[in-house]
């Protein structure tokens, strides 16, 4: 490990562990703060979306159809602190049908999942998530 003074990496690890704790605590307000302007969101088997303000309204999709908790959280950051990965399991509850997915009757969930990040002037640019739909589909009973 090179310590330079900085702790660069420690810096964006406590990042995204603050946009978890954001999203835990359904504070979208900050994690919409802890995000830049044109911040590049990758959905799990979706399209790529761009901007903070795409990003506000699939976080209001989401709080529609789901009640989710990130738990076992762990971070992984590079040296730089340019990237970072995080494995995490999603513990939720299927609220709303949400198009194209199973009808949603209350049903509840454990999912592992993961996300890369790509950081740039202590700001979140890049989120990448990962979790096996089809996993979480037999789940709720698809």
């Known amino acids: 490990m090179k310590i330079d003074g900085t702790r660069i990496h420690d810096r964006a690890t406590e990042l995204v562990l603050s946009y978890y704790a954001a999203f835990n605590r359904a504070d979208w307000d900050a994690m919409l703060g802890l995000l830049g302007a044109d911040v590049v969101h990758d959905l799990n088997q979706g399209a790529r979306e761009v901007g903070r303000d795409a990003f506000a309204a699939f976080l209001q999709r989401m709080a529609r159809h789901y009640r989710e908790q990130l ?3 762990v971070v992984m950051a590079s040296p730089d602190g340019a ?3 995080a494995e995490y399991v999603v513990h939720g509850e299927y609220l ?3 198009p194209g997915l199973p ?3 209350g049903q509840r969930y454990a ?4 996300a890369f990040f790509e950081i740039r002037d202590n700001k979140i640019q890049r989120v990448t998530n990962y979790y096996n739909l089809e996993q979480w589909m037999l789940m ?3």
């Open 111 to 114: 999912l592992p999942g993961g």
């Open 140 to 142: 709720v009973g698809g």
């Open 71 to 73: 738990r076992d959280i």
């Open 96 to 98: 709303l049908t949400d």
């Open 103 to 105: 009808e949603a009757r």
């Open 83 to 85: 990237r970072a990965g």
